[in-house]
């Protein structure tokens, strides 16, 4: 053992109840890789050493006790989701094709204003608009996301 990881064991004990459970868990503080991985290399040793001499250094929080390491099992899903609420978005701008002149106007507009995200813009849920401006579109309303789009453009943002 270097003397390097010898330091980072010692700081380890002196900081940690669980020294050997520290060293295994996996850790968000270090990308979800767990200290001994880190010990493997000097570059993991340097970033253990600088993590544990820091003077803000702390003991993990609760959140991090538990914390289960990235794995594909449990990013699979995200990427699920993801996927699903995209097809959904696809499909509410696919609706927009052939559109009366009204919604039309509103497209152009935001192609005017946020250039090739306009149409994106279009399906993201908006704050101010407390809805997505496609699904006022659909009900009508073009006149409030116009009238968010002119402010945007002129930098009065509500």
């Not at 509410?92 to 002149?101: D, E, I, M, N, T």
């Not at 106007?105 to 306009?118: C, K, L, P």
Request: charged share 25%; aromatic share 6%; no cysteine.
């Amino acid at each position: 053992m270097t003397q390097m990881a010898d330091e980072i064991r010692t700081l380890i004990a002196d900081l940690y109840d669980d020294p050997d459970g520290f060293l295994k868990r996996s850790h968000q503080w270090f990308g979800g890789r767990s200290p001994d991985e880190l010990m493997a290399t000097e570059a993991g040793q340097f970033v253990l050493l600088k993590f544990l001499r820091g003077r803000d250094h702390v003991p993990p929080l609760e959140p991090d006790r538990d914390f289960k390491p990235y794995t594909t099992a449990n990013t699979d899903h995200a990427i699920d989701q993801a996927i699903a609420r995209l097809e959904k978005q696809i499909e509410q701008l696919r609706s927009l094709k052939g559109s009366g002149p009204e919604i039309a106007a509103v497209i152009g507009r935001a192609q005017e204003v946020f250039g090739e995200r306009g149409l994106s813009w279009l399906v993201r849920p908006n704050q101010v608009l407390q809805a997505t401006p496609l699904d006022l579109m659909t009900q009508g309303k073009t006149d409030r996301v116009l009238r968010l789009l002119v402010q945007i453009e002129h930098g009065v943002y509500p």
